[in-house]
Nanobody
Framework: QVQLVESGGGLVPSGGSLRLSCALSGRPAMYYIMGWLRQAPGKEREFVAR????????YYSDSVKGRFTISRDNANDTLYLQMNSLKPEDTAVYYCAAARSPGTEVAHYDYWGRGTQVTVSS
């Protein structure tokens, strides 16, 4: 059974930092792309970043490039998202998700965690 469990969300002032974690278990080997996606209040879920699990090769949306860093710990099956220079528009529920190939569409991801809330105050 695939399980993705996010943690690390919270309330942070504008300009602050947070580090999100996603503990993985039961991930099939074919799901070699792990991503972070987010959903702000009243908006559709959107892609944030993804990583190729084997090589650590990252890819970012333009809105977070240069501020966020996605990484993974192979030994502990954990995915991370380091978020710096946070802005109020980054406020959202952040989800980690797994996919069988690289992509930015929400529908591309088959397995999802329950999400963790990130709130950035102005």
């Amino acid at each position: 059974q695939v399980q993705l469990v996010e943690s690390g969300g919270g309330l942070v002032p504008s300009g602050g930092s947070l580090r999100l974690s996603c503990a993985l278990s039961g991930r099939p080997a074919m799901y070699y792309i792990m991503g972070w996606l987010r959903q702000a209040p009243g908006k559709e879920r959107e892609f944030v970043a993804r990583i190729r699990w084997s090589t650590g090769s990252p890819y970012y949306s333009d809105s977070v490039k240069g501020r966020f860093t996605i990484s993974r710990d192979n030994a502990n099956d954990t995915l991370y998202l380091q978020m710096n220079s946070l802005k109020p528009e980054d406020t959202a529920v952040y989800y980690c998700a797994a996919a069988r190939s690289p992509g930015t569409e929400v529908a591309h991801y088959d397995y999802w965690g329950r999400g963790t809330q990130v709130t950035v105050s102005s």
